[in-house]
């Protein structure tokens, strides 16, 4: 059974620091790109950051970068989202994603919740 479970969401405040985790099992982890996406009310879900299977090359949202790193350890088949500097439009539902090419497969964690206010 595929899981992707995240964990490290909460509460910060503009300027803080927060890191998401995202537990894989069900699937051979080394072999998929990995991906951090998130989600605000009334908005379309949007890509943050982008990791190949290897860790060898990533890829960041022009709104993100500088502040946010993605990471994987395939040893412990997870991936994770090193996020500094909040700001308050960074709030959102942050889902991990895995992602195959060939052939085509896709999976989606539950989400977890990032509030960054005052």
């Known amino acids: 059974q595929v899981q992707l479970v995240e964990s490290g969401g909460g509460l910060v405040q503009p300027g803080g620091s927060l890191r998401l985790s995202c537990a894989a099992s069900?699937?051979?982890?080394?072999?998929?790109?990995m991906s951090w996406y998130r989600q605000a009310p009334g908005k379309e879900r949007e890509l943050v950051a982008t990791i190949t299977s290897t860790g060898g090359n990533t890829n960041y949202a022009d709104s993100v970068k500088g502040r946010f790193t993605i990471s994987r350890d395939n040893a412990k088949n997870t991936v994770y989202l090193q996020m500094n500097s909040l700001k308050p439009e960074d709030t959102a539902v942050y889902y991990c994603?895995?992602?195959?090419?060939?052939?085509?497969?896709?999976?989606w964690g539950q989400g977890t919740q990032v509030t960054v206010s005052s």
């Open positions: 994603k895995a992602a195959r090419a060939f052939p085509k497969v896709d999976y």
């Open positions: 069900g699937f051979t982890f080394r072999t998929y790109a």
